[in-house]
Protein backbone atom coordinates (compact mmCIF):
# COMPACT_ATOMS: atom_id res chain seq x y z
CA UNK A 1 0.00 0.00 0.00
CA UNK A 2 1.38 3.52 -1.23
CA UNK A 3 1.97 6.07 2.11
CA UNK A 4 -0.94 8.51 2.63
CA UNK A 5 0.86 11.49 3.53
CA UNK A 6 4.52 11.11 1.65
CA UNK A 7 5.21 13.72 -0.90
CA UNK A 8 5.58 12.93 -4.62
CA UNK A 9 9.12 14.14 -5.08
CA UNK A 10 12.70 13.08 -6.92
CA UNK A 11 15.39 13.90 -8.99
CA UNK A 12 12.93 12.75 -11.97
CA UNK A 13 9.91 14.91 -11.15
CA UNK A 14 8.00 15.42 -14.33
CA UNK A 15 8.91 19.41 -15.27
CA UNK A 16 6.40 22.42 -14.92
CA UNK A 17 7.03 23.45 -18.59
CA UNK A 18 6.10 20.00 -19.56
CA UNK A 19 3.00 19.62 -17.48
CA UNK A 20 1.76 23.39 -18.08
CA UNK A 21 1.69 22.28 -22.07
CA UNK A 22 -1.49 20.98 -21.44
CA UNK A 23 -4.30 23.28 -22.02
CA UNK A 24 -7.01 20.89 -21.21
CA UNK A 25 -8.72 21.26 -24.83
CA UNK A 26 -9.54 16.99 -24.80
CA UNK A 27 -8.50 16.10 -28.29
CA UNK A 28 -6.48 13.20 -26.93
CA UNK A 29 -9.14 11.55 -25.40
CA UNK A 30 -10.72 10.01 -28.31
CA UNK A 31 -7.41 8.72 -29.31
CA UNK A 32 -6.58 7.23 -25.96
CA UNK A 33 -7.47 3.71 -25.28
CA UNK A 34 -7.67 3.31 -22.12
CA UNK A 35 -9.87 6.41 -21.77
CA UNK A 36 -12.02 4.80 -24.76
CA UNK A 37 -12.51 1.03 -22.73
CA UNK A 38 -13.11 3.04 -19.73
CA UNK A 39 -14.54 6.15 -20.61
CA UNK A 40 -13.26 7.64 -17.26
CA UNK A 41 -11.46 10.96 -17.19
CA UNK A 42 -8.48 9.46 -14.56
CA UNK A 43 -7.79 7.24 -17.26
CA UNK A 44 -6.87 10.04 -20.00
CA UNK A 45 -4.21 11.59 -20.93
CA UNK A 46 -5.63 14.98 -19.80
CA UNK A 47 -6.59 13.19 -16.47
CA UNK A 48 -3.37 11.50 -16.40
CA UNK A 49 -1.44 15.15 -16.48
CA UNK A 50 -3.83 16.71 -13.54
CA UNK A 51 -3.02 13.92 -11.48
CA UNK A 52 0.69 14.46 -11.75
CA UNK A 53 0.33 18.17 -11.55
CA UNK A 54 -1.98 17.18 -8.41
CA UNK A 55 0.76 15.09 -7.35
CA UNK A 56 3.43 17.48 -7.57
CA UNK A 57 2.01 20.63 -6.03
CA UNK A 58 0.85 18.21 -2.95
CA UNK A 59 -2.99 18.38 -3.61
CA UNK A 60 -3.46 14.66 -4.00
CA UNK A 61 -1.16 11.91 -2.26
CA UNK A 62 0.38 8.76 -3.60
CA UNK A 63 -2.13 6.33 -2.71
CA UNK A 64 -1.77 3.07 -4.40
CA UNK A 65 -5.53 4.01 -6.30
CA UNK A 66 -3.62 7.45 -7.65
CA UNK A 67 -0.61 5.53 -9.04
CA UNK A 68 -2.58 2.78 -10.57
CA UNK A 69 -4.08 5.63 -12.91
CA UNK A 70 -0.45 5.87 -14.38
CA UNK A 71 0.33 2.41 -14.23
CA UNK A 72 -2.65 1.52 -16.40
CA UNK A 73 -1.39 3.64 -18.89
CA UNK A 74 0.27 1.79 -22.05
CA UNK A 75 2.34 5.02 -23.15
CA UNK A 76 1.59 4.07 -26.60
CA UNK A 77 1.61 8.00 -27.57
CA UNK A 78 -1.43 8.70 -29.66
CA UNK A 79 -2.32 11.51 -27.17
CA UNK A 80 1.47 13.26 -28.14
CA UNK A 81 0.80 12.29 -31.76
CA UNK A 82 -2.34 14.38 -31.71
CA UNK A 83 -1.64 17.38 -29.01
CA UNK A 84 -1.70 20.67 -31.11
CA UNK A 85 0.04 21.89 -27.85
CA UNK A 86 2.51 19.51 -28.27
CA UNK A 87 2.93 17.85 -24.44
CA UNK A 88 5.51 15.58 -24.91
CA UNK A 89 3.14 12.90 -23.07
CA UNK A 90 6.07 10.29 -23.21
CA UNK A 91 8.78 12.29 -21.35
CA UNK A 92 6.60 13.16 -18.62
CA UNK A 93 5.14 9.61 -17.72
CA UNK A 94 8.37 8.33 -17.97
CA UNK A 95 9.72 10.73 -15.49
CA UNK A 96 6.86 10.46 -12.98
CA UNK A 97 7.28 6.48 -13.07
CA UNK A 98 10.98 7.08 -11.89
CA UNK A 99 9.64 9.06 -9.27
CA UNK A 100 7.30 6.53 -8.04
CA UNK A 101 10.10 4.01 -8.85
CA UNK A 102 12.31 5.87 -6.66
CA UNK A 103 10.61 6.62 -3.23
CA UNK A 104 9.50 4.72 -0.76
CA UNK A 105 5.79 4.08 -1.32
CA UNK A 106 7.28 2.52 -4.80
CA UNK A 107 4.64 -0.58 -5.23
CA UNK A 108 5.86 -3.94 -5.03
CA UNK A 109 5.14 -4.88 -8.06
CA UNK A 110 6.87 -1.71 -9.58
CA UNK A 111 9.96 -2.41 -8.08
CA UNK A 112 9.52 -6.36 -9.06
CA UNK A 113 8.86 -5.79 -12.36
CA UNK A 114 12.67 -3.14 -12.88
CA UNK A 115 13.98 -5.79 -11.37
CA UNK A 116 13.15 -8.04 -13.56
CA UNK A 117 13.88 -5.43 -16.67
CA UNK A 118 17.60 -4.42 -15.30
CA UNK A 119 18.56 -8.10 -13.63
CA UNK A 120 17.07 -10.49 -16.87
CA UNK A 121 16.29 -8.44 -20.14
CA UNK A 122 19.89 -6.24 -19.74
CA UNK A 123 21.15 -9.31 -19.18
CA UNK A 124 22.34 -10.90 -22.61
CA UNK A 125 23.22 -14.34 -20.83
CA UNK A 126 20.17 -14.68 -18.60
CA UNK A 127 17.89 -13.52 -21.65
CA UNK A 128 18.76 -16.31 -23.08
CA UNK A 129 18.40 -18.31 -20.24
CA UNK A 130 14.93 -17.25 -19.79
CA UNK A 131 14.06 -17.65 -23.27
CA UNK A 132 15.62 -21.44 -23.60
CA UNK A 133 12.96 -22.05 -21.10
CA UNK A 134 10.04 -20.20 -22.52
CA UNK A 135 11.27 -22.79 -25.97
CA UNK A 136 10.82 -25.89 -23.66
CA UNK A 137 7.89 -24.76 -22.33
CA UNK A 138 6.44 -23.99 -26.06
CA UNK A 139 7.47 -27.50 -27.23
CA UNK A 140 6.84 -29.60 -24.31
CA UNK A 141 3.05 -29.96 -24.18
CA UNK A 142 2.85 -27.33 -21.24
CA UNK A 143 2.21 -24.10 -22.95
CA UNK A 144 -1.37 -26.00 -24.62
CA UNK A 145 -2.16 -27.45 -20.93
CA UNK A 146 -1.71 -23.90 -19.50
CA UNK A 147 -3.65 -22.28 -22.10
CA UNK A 148 -6.81 -25.05 -22.09
CA UNK A 149 -6.97 -23.95 -18.44
CA UNK A 150 -9.70 -21.56 -17.16
CA UNK A 151 -7.76 -19.69 -14.85
CA UNK A 152 -4.27 -19.68 -16.36
CA UNK A 153 -5.56 -19.11 -20.34
CA UNK A 154 -5.57 -15.42 -20.77
CA UNK A 155 -2.25 -15.25 -18.81
CA UNK A 156 -0.66 -18.17 -20.91
CA UNK A 157 -1.78 -16.67 -24.01
CA UNK A 158 -0.08 -13.25 -23.92
CA UNK A 159 3.23 -14.94 -23.22
CA UNK A 160 5.94 -14.50 -25.76
CA UNK A 161 6.10 -17.45 -28.62
CA UNK A 162 10.03 -18.58 -28.97
CA UNK A 163 9.30 -20.53 -31.93
CA UNK A 164 12.00 -19.83 -34.15
CA UNK A 165 15.61 -19.87 -34.61
CA UNK A 166 18.10 -17.02 -33.11
CA UNK A 167 20.09 -14.69 -34.82
CA UNK A 168 23.06 -15.30 -33.28
CA UNK A 169 25.42 -13.14 -36.33
CA UNK A 170 27.63 -10.01 -35.14
CA UNK A 171 30.07 -8.21 -36.56
CA UNK A 172 30.23 -8.19 -40.49
CA UNK A 173 26.46 -10.06 -41.01
CA UNK A 174 26.14 -8.93 -44.81
CA UNK A 175 29.05 -8.21 -47.22
CA UNK A 176 28.15 -6.97 -50.85
CA UNK A 177 30.70 -6.96 -54.16
CA UNK A 178 30.61 -3.59 -54.83
CA UNK A 179 33.24 -0.99 -53.41
CA UNK A 180 30.70 1.62 -53.28
CA UNK A 181 28.52 -0.01 -51.31
CA UNK A 182 26.39 1.68 -48.92
CA UNK A 183 27.53 1.03 -44.90
CA UNK A 184 25.17 0.63 -43.08
CA UNK A 185 24.98 -0.81 -38.94
CA UNK A 186 22.05 -3.03 -37.77
CA UNK A 187 20.74 -2.95 -33.69
CA UNK A 188 20.59 -6.84 -32.97
CA UNK A 189 18.52 -6.02 -29.47
CA UNK A 190 17.36 -7.91 -27.19
CA UNK A 191 14.09 -9.71 -27.62
CA UNK A 192 13.75 -10.07 -31.08
CA UNK A 193 16.80 -12.13 -32.07
CA UNK A 194 15.44 -14.52 -29.58
CA UNK A 195 11.72 -14.56 -30.44
CA UNK A 196 11.78 -13.66 -34.11
CA UNK A 197 15.02 -14.09 -35.41
CA UNK A 198 13.60 -14.42 -39.02
CA UNK A 199 13.26 -10.94 -39.42
CA UNK A 200 16.87 -9.96 -38.69
CA UNK A 201 17.77 -12.55 -41.00
CA UNK A 202 15.21 -10.72 -43.25
CA UNK A 203 16.38 -7.25 -43.23
CA UNK A 204 20.06 -8.33 -43.98
CA UNK A 205 18.88 -9.92 -47.22
CA UNK A 206 16.63 -6.91 -47.87
CA UNK A 207 19.22 -4.58 -47.40
CA UNK A 208 22.00 -6.51 -49.13
CA UNK A 209 19.30 -6.68 -52.01
CA UNK A 210 19.45 -3.14 -51.60
CA UNK A 211 23.42 -2.73 -52.00
CA UNK A 212 24.07 -2.01 -48.27
CA UNK A 213 26.87 -3.68 -46.14
CA UNK A 214 25.52 -4.78 -42.97
CA UNK A 215 27.54 -4.74 -39.81
CA UNK A 216 25.92 -6.07 -36.42
CA UNK A 217 28.44 -4.02 -33.64
CA UNK A 218 29.98 -7.16 -31.45
CA UNK A 219 29.36 -4.97 -27.94
CA UNK A 220 25.99 -3.60 -28.68
CA UNK A 221 23.02 -4.49 -26.42
CA UNK A 222 19.65 -3.78 -25.17
CA UNK A 223 18.42 -0.30 -26.33
CA UNK A 224 17.20 0.51 -22.92
CA UNK A 225 13.31 1.30 -23.80
CA UNK A 226 11.48 -1.37 -22.05
CA UNK A 227 13.32 0.15 -18.96
CA UNK A 228 12.56 3.78 -19.90
CA UNK A 229 8.84 3.31 -20.11
CA UNK A 230 8.83 1.67 -16.76
CA UNK A 231 10.78 4.12 -14.77
CA UNK A 232 13.81 3.20 -14.73
CA UNK A 233 16.05 5.62 -16.07
CA UNK A 234 19.43 5.08 -14.96
CA UNK A 235 19.48 1.50 -16.27
CA UNK A 236 18.39 3.06 -19.67
CA UNK A 237 20.83 5.61 -19.62
CA UNK A 238 23.61 3.24 -18.78
CA UNK A 239 22.44 0.91 -21.71
CA UNK A 240 22.03 4.17 -23.85
CA UNK A 241 25.47 4.55 -23.17
CA UNK A 242 26.57 1.36 -24.17
CA UNK A 243 25.23 1.42 -27.38
CA UNK A 244 27.03 5.07 -28.29
CA UNK A 245 30.37 3.50 -27.34
CA UNK A 246 29.48 0.10 -29.21
CA UNK A 247 28.07 1.94 -32.69
CA UNK A 248 31.10 3.81 -32.71
CA UNK A 249 31.03 7.86 -33.69
CA UNK A 250 30.87 7.11 -37.68
CA UNK A 251 28.07 8.69 -39.50
CA UNK A 252 26.52 5.63 -41.14
CA UNK A 253 22.26 5.16 -40.81
CA UNK A 254 22.19 2.51 -37.53
CA UNK A 255 19.14 0.96 -39.06
CA UNK A 256 16.60 -0.30 -36.38
CA UNK A 257 13.72 -2.81 -37.47
CA UNK A 258 11.91 -2.53 -34.11
CA UNK A 259 9.76 0.17 -33.57
CA UNK A 260 10.26 0.56 -29.53
CA UNK A 261 13.84 0.10 -30.07
CA UNK A 262 14.25 2.89 -32.56
CA UNK A 263 12.24 5.22 -31.05
CA UNK A 264 14.09 5.36 -27.88
CA UNK A 265 17.20 5.48 -29.80
CA UNK A 266 16.33 8.58 -31.45
CA UNK A 267 16.16 10.15 -28.18
CA UNK A 268 19.23 9.21 -26.56
CA UNK A 269 20.17 12.50 -27.49
CA UNK A 270 17.38 13.84 -25.08
CA UNK A 271 17.69 11.19 -22.68
CA UNK A 272 21.91 11.66 -21.82
CA UNK A 273 20.80 15.92 -22.59
CA UNK A 274 22.57 16.50 -18.74
CA UNK A 275 25.40 13.77 -19.04
CA UNK A 276 28.30 16.07 -20.30
CA UNK A 277 30.47 13.45 -21.20
CA UNK A 278 27.77 11.52 -23.99
CA UNK A 279 25.31 14.71 -24.25
CA UNK A 280 26.41 15.38 -28.23
CA UNK A 281 27.52 11.52 -28.71
CA UNK A 282 23.99 10.83 -28.03
CA UNK A 283 22.82 13.92 -30.30
CA UNK A 284 24.73 12.40 -33.04
CA UNK A 285 23.74 8.87 -32.63
CA UNK A 286 20.41 9.45 -32.69
CA UNK A 287 20.60 11.22 -35.89
CA UNK A 288 21.76 8.45 -37.58
CA UNK A 289 18.80 5.92 -36.37
CA UNK A 290 16.56 5.07 -38.70
CA UNK A 291 13.41 2.73 -39.04
CA UNK A 292 14.52 0.10 -41.63
CA UNK A 293 11.14 1.48 -43.37
CA UNK A 294 11.88 4.49 -43.38
CA UNK A 295 15.86 4.04 -44.82
CA UNK A 296 14.46 1.70 -47.39
CA UNK A 297 12.41 3.95 -48.82
CA UNK A 298 15.07 6.65 -48.78
CA UNK A 299 17.37 5.15 -51.25
CA UNK A 300 15.13 5.06 -53.56
CA UNK A 301 13.88 1.49 -53.03
CA UNK A 302 15.08 -1.91 -55.50
CA UNK A 303 11.67 -2.71 -56.84
CA UNK A 304 11.45 -6.55 -55.77
CA UNK A 305 10.72 -8.74 -58.80
CA UNK A 306 8.67 -11.79 -57.06
CA UNK A 307 4.99 -11.34 -56.85
CA UNK A 308 2.81 -12.35 -53.97
CA UNK A 309 -0.93 -13.21 -53.77
CA UNK A 310 -1.76 -11.91 -50.45
CA UNK A 311 -4.45 -9.83 -49.25
CA UNK A 312 -2.51 -8.12 -45.97
CA UNK A 313 -3.88 -5.63 -43.36
CA UNK A 314 -1.37 -3.57 -41.65
CA UNK A 315 -1.28 -2.73 -37.83
CA UNK A 316 1.00 0.30 -36.78
CA UNK A 317 2.96 -0.09 -33.88
CA UNK A 318 2.37 2.72 -31.91
CA UNK A 319 6.37 3.80 -31.40
CA UNK A 320 6.63 4.03 -35.31
CA UNK A 321 3.12 5.64 -35.89
CA UNK A 322 3.25 8.04 -32.61
CA UNK A 323 6.49 8.62 -31.60
CA UNK A 324 8.65 8.50 -34.88
CA UNK A 325 5.52 9.46 -36.76
CA UNK A 326 6.32 7.00 -39.55
CA UNK A 327 3.65 5.58 -41.04
CA UNK A 328 3.36 5.57 -45.09
CA UNK A 329 6.81 3.78 -45.13
CA UNK A 330 6.21 0.24 -44.52
CA UNK A 331 2.91 0.97 -46.32
CA UNK A 332 4.90 1.92 -49.18
CA UNK A 333 6.71 -0.90 -49.15
CA UNK A 334 3.74 -3.50 -49.40
CA UNK A 335 2.59 -1.13 -51.55
CA UNK A 336 5.90 -1.95 -53.82
CA UNK A 337 5.14 -6.19 -53.44
CA UNK A 338 3.55 -7.11 -56.84
CA UNK A 339 0.38 -9.07 -56.49
CA UNK A 340 0.06 -7.76 -52.49
CA UNK A 341 -3.36 -6.31 -52.07
CA UNK A 342 -3.31 -4.36 -49.18
CA UNK A 343 -6.59 -3.82 -46.93
CA UNK A 344 -6.63 -0.86 -44.38
CA UNK A 345 -8.02 -2.16 -41.02
CA UNK A 346 -10.30 0.34 -38.84
CA UNK A 347 -8.05 1.96 -36.27
CA UNK A 348 -4.83 0.32 -37.33
CA UNK A 349 -3.03 2.77 -35.14
CA UNK A 350 -4.69 2.52 -32.17
CA UNK A 351 -2.57 0.10 -29.42
CA UNK A 352 -3.21 -3.26 -29.71
CA UNK A 353 -2.48 -4.09 -25.90
CA UNK A 354 1.10 -5.39 -26.37
CA UNK A 355 2.97 -1.75 -24.75
CA UNK A 356 6.02 -3.73 -23.66
CA UNK A 357 5.43 -5.49 -20.72
CA UNK A 358 2.06 -4.12 -20.62
CA UNK A 359 0.46 -7.70 -21.61
CA UNK A 360 1.95 -9.28 -18.66
CA UNK A 361 1.72 -6.30 -16.06
CA UNK A 362 -2.17 -5.12 -16.56
CA UNK A 363 -3.48 -8.76 -18.68
CA UNK A 364 -6.93 -7.48 -18.57
CA UNK A 365 -7.24 -4.49 -20.02
CA UNK A 366 -4.45 -5.88 -23.03
CA UNK A 367 -6.73 -8.12 -23.73
CA UNK A 368 -9.98 -5.96 -24.17
CA UNK A 369 -7.56 -3.92 -26.54
CA UNK A 370 -6.37 -7.79 -27.88
CA UNK A 371 -10.13 -8.81 -28.62
CA UNK A 372 -11.03 -5.49 -30.16
CA UNK A 373 -8.14 -5.21 -32.73
CA UNK A 374 -8.12 -9.44 -33.25
CA UNK A 375 -12.08 -7.96 -34.69
CA UNK A 376 -10.45 -5.45 -36.98
CA UNK A 377 -8.46 -7.57 -38.10
CA UNK A 378 -10.83 -10.52 -39.07
CA UNK A 379 -13.00 -7.78 -40.80
CA UNK A 380 -10.21 -6.98 -43.28
CA UNK A 381 -10.91 -10.82 -44.95
CA UNK A 382 -6.76 -10.68 -44.57
CA UNK A 383 -5.28 -13.35 -44.34
CA UNK A 384 -1.98 -11.81 -43.41
CA UNK A 385 -1.30 -8.99 -40.87
CA UNK A 386 1.69 -6.92 -41.15
CA UNK A 387 3.51 -4.77 -38.45
CA UNK A 388 6.73 -3.46 -37.35
CA UNK A 389 7.86 -4.00 -33.75
CA UNK A 390 8.30 -7.74 -32.17
CA UNK A 391 6.14 -7.16 -28.66
CA UNK A 392 2.87 -6.46 -31.62
CA UNK A 393 3.50 -9.40 -33.14
CA UNK A 394 3.65 -11.63 -30.19
CA UNK A 395 0.64 -10.08 -29.04
CA UNK A 396 -1.47 -10.52 -32.21
CA UNK A 397 -0.31 -14.08 -32.45
CA UNK A 398 -1.90 -14.47 -29.05
CA UNK A 399 -4.89 -12.81 -30.36
CA UNK A 400 -4.91 -14.87 -33.62
CA UNK A 401 -5.10 -18.26 -31.43
CA UNK A 402 -7.07 -17.18 -28.84
CA UNK A 403 -10.03 -16.51 -31.05
CA UNK A 404 -9.12 -18.84 -33.85
CA UNK A 405 -8.66 -16.95 -36.85
CA UNK A 406 -6.35 -18.11 -39.81
CA UNK A 407 -4.26 -15.13 -39.61
CA UNK A 408 -0.55 -14.95 -40.30
CA UNK A 409 1.73 -12.33 -38.27
CA UNK A 410 4.57 -11.31 -40.05
CA UNK A 411 7.02 -8.22 -39.71
CA UNK A 412 6.49 -6.03 -43.11
CA UNK A 413 9.98 -6.93 -43.94
CA UNK A 414 9.43 -10.50 -44.30
CA UNK A 415 7.14 -9.64 -46.82
CA UNK A 416 9.58 -7.62 -48.73
CA UNK A 417 12.02 -10.24 -48.07
CA UNK A 418 9.75 -12.88 -49.62
CA UNK A 419 9.07 -10.36 -53.03
CA UNK A 420 12.76 -10.77 -53.62
CA UNK A 421 13.02 -13.89 -53.67
CA UNK A 422 13.14 -16.51 -57.21
CA UNK A 423 9.90 -18.69 -57.39
CA UNK A 424 11.11 -21.62 -55.31
CA UNK A 425 13.86 -20.66 -53.32
CA UNK A 426 13.49 -21.41 -49.90
CA UNK A 427 14.23 -18.53 -46.92
CA UNK A 428 17.48 -17.89 -46.43
CA UNK A 429 18.69 -19.15 -50.19
CA UNK A 430 20.95 -16.83 -52.14
Known sequence: MAGESEPFVGPFLPGDADLSRCVHCGLCLQHCPT?????????????????????TEGRAEPTANALGHLDLCL???????????GVPYGRIMERARATVLGSSFAPRPWKLRAFFLREIVARPG????????LRIYRVSGLRRLAEATPWLRDRALLIPPIAGKAFTQRGEVSQVGNAGALRVSLLIGCIMPLAYGQVHEATVRVLSANGCAVNAPMAQGCCGALHAHNGDIETARALARRNIEAFGQGKGPI?????????????YGELLVEDTAYSEPARLFSARVKDVSEFL?????????????????????????????????????????SGLQLIEMEHADRCCGSAGVYSLTQPQMSLRLLSEKIELVRRTGASVVATANPGCMAQLEAGARRF??????????ELLDEAYRPPGLPAGAK
Not at 309 to 317: E, G, P, R
Not at 404 to 413: D, G, L, N, S
Open 297 to 337: ISLPLKPPTGSLDLQVTYQDSCHLAHAQRIASAPRDLLASI
Open 126 to 133: RLRLLAEL
Open 75 to 85: QCRNCEAVCPS
Open 404 to 413: RIPVRVVHAI
Open 35 to 55: YIETGLETESPRGRLYLMRAL
Open 255 to 267: IVNSAGCGAAMKE
